[in-house]
């Protein structure tokens, strides 16, 4: 094999000796040249060898696809591994993977070993733990699969149960709902049994993201049997672990749970990034990730929470939904002007940078007209309703739907692209008794490589007592 890695020719690196010898942050850059010799360089193999031992960044360049394809395969079976960011164009980016901070590390080594156990390349020897579920995304990921996955890590952690976790986006009861969710962008996903379908349940996860487990379900595991909660399915698995999840507090698992279940395939990041140069292009004044002046996102959870049947049903009024823009942006403000340190000095006599995302049309119709922030948005690919109209309209309001079903994979795109923006902000104002704010909270922070965002969420559930701590350097 001609180039290998070079772990002493990243320049930066030199620079921050001294840094790196007193974090143990190591830093490894590839140069992956023309390599006449022997055709198409390994690229996946190079990024193996630049990451052993405790390096925790690393750089690859490459022509896009390649690096793009080589980094899926490198990042599959390790979680601890992320994506952070590319530059340059399709003929010679440079893409950079960052490692979890160290205090995470070993937890995602565990995670590793039973998700991707090396001795189960064949799925019918792999045992794995099986959740289903249709729900939309903020229901499916983060209240039953997350529960699911909760559960898992206490039975691993105490007892002798060593199995994958495999959550499967798809119910066989039902017409799932999320169908939608992966059309046009995935092509038309069918694995319903009703159809038998060839296609794996699998497909449909890893039609955006990367797989969760090298454990896949087949067709032929696919059907009526697998409901109700988790299942565990076929043969032992014979790792030794020592006190494995120990210490991990609730914070740590949910950012856990959501790098394991939101990796972006090569396919996803890079329309993802298509879309952010495009966005950025006519936001000018949005800072990068980490870095620029401060910002902070708000996420205004309206919409079905505030009709009649889920005011009553889950008293949402005493969960905080019923709150104007003004009231969360006051807070955002708050928020920003307390911590001047994590605000921008040379920006305290321009308005405040912020990111709205919701499902009322209303809110952004007053939002546009504020004068005391610039507000961006990312456009949903599905106009959204508003809940004047749909307390306007007599025979919708016994209802108990405000149309999200409607929803497609240019949603979805939109959704990523927005946490990916909103990522850049160290502030977070929503209600997190909606899942959905919960998926773009963790999403914010799983793009940050596991650092937290500072919270504030209207209702009766307090994200703030449950900060992760594994993820600070
Ligand atoms: C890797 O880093 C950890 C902590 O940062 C340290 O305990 C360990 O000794 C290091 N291993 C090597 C091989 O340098
Ligand atoms: C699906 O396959 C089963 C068994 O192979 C068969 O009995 C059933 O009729 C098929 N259903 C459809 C809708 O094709
Ligand atoms: C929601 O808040 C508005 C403004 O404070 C108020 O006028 C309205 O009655 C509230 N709605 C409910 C159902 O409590």
């Not at 939109?414 to 909606?434: K, P």
Request: glycine fraction near 6%; proline fraction near 6%; hydrophobic fraction near 35%.
């Amino acid at each position: 094999m001609a180039a290998i890695g070079h772990p002493a020719s990243c320049l930066s690196c030199a620079l921050l000796l001294q840094l790196l010898m007193t974090h143990h942050l190591f830093c490894a850059a590839l140069r992956l040249g023309d390599s006449p010799h022997d055709g198409e360089p390994d690229y996946a193999g190079q990024l193996r060898a630049a990451t052993a031992g405790n390096v925790t960044r690393t750089v690859v360049t490459g022509p896009l696809k390649k690096i793009s394809e080589a980094i899926d395969e490198f990042l599959i079976p390790r979680v601890e591994w992320r994506f952070s960011h590319c530059s340059g164009n399709w003929r010679k980016s440079k893409c950079v993977l960052l490692r979890v901070p160290d205090k995470a590390f070993r937890h995602f080594l565990t995670l590793d070993s039973l998700q991707f156990p090396a001795d189960a390349k064949d799925p019918n020897r792999c045992r794995a733990t099986v959740m289903t579920s249709s729900g939309w995304v903020g229901q499916a990921t983060q209240e039953e699969f997350y529960f699911g996955f909760e559960q898992w890590v206490s039975e691993v952690r105490d007892s002798h149960k060593r199995t994958a976790f495999l959550p499967v986006w798809s119910d066989p009861r039902l017409d799932s709902h999320p169908a939608e969710y992966f059309s046009p962008f995935c092509g038309e996903v069918d694995v319903s049994p009703m159809t038998n379908s060839t296609v794996s349940p699998m497909t449909r996860q890893e039609c955006f993201f990367l797989p969760t487990s090298s454990c896949t379900m087949d067709t032929a595991h696919w059907g009526k049997s697998l409901v109700n909660g988790n299942v565990d399915m076929a043969v032992p698995f014979r790792h030794r672990l020592s006190k494995p999840f120990d210490g991990l507090g609730v914070g740590d698992l949910h950012v856990m749970w959501q790098m394991l279940f939101f990796r972006q395939n090569a396919r996803t990041r890079n329309e993802i990034a298509r879309r952010e140069a495009e966005w950025r292009s006519k936001n000018q004044a949005w800072p990068a990730s980490g870095t620029g002046p401060a910002c902070a996102a708000i996420h205004v959870r309206h919409g079905d929470k505030l009709t009649p049947f889920w005011i009553r049903e889950h008293d949402t009024i005493a969960g905080g939904f019923n709150k104007s823009f003004d009231d969360y942006l006051d807070v955002a403000l708050k928020m920003m002007e307390d911590k001047p340190q994590l605000t921008d000095a040379s920006r305290s006599k321009k308005l405040p940078l912020i990111f709205l995302m919701t499902d009322d049309a209303d809110i952004i119709a007053v939002a546009k007209g504020s004068r005391r922030a610039i507000i961006h948005t990312v456009p949903p690919s599905t106009p959204l309703n508003s809940l004047s109209d749909f307390y306007k309209d007599k025979d919708s309001i016994g209802s108990s739907d405000f149309g999200y079903s409607a929803a497609t994979s240019g949603d979805m795109l939109s959704w990523l692209l927005s946490i990916r923006l909103m990522s850049a902000c160290n502030f977070f104002v929503g209600n997190t008794e909606s899942s959905f704010s919960r998926f773009l909270y963790y999403g914010m922070c799983e793009q940050r490589n596991g650092r937290c965002p500072r919270i504030f969420s209207f209702g009766r559930r307090h994200e703030q007592d449950d900060m992760p701590t594994m993820f600070e350097e």
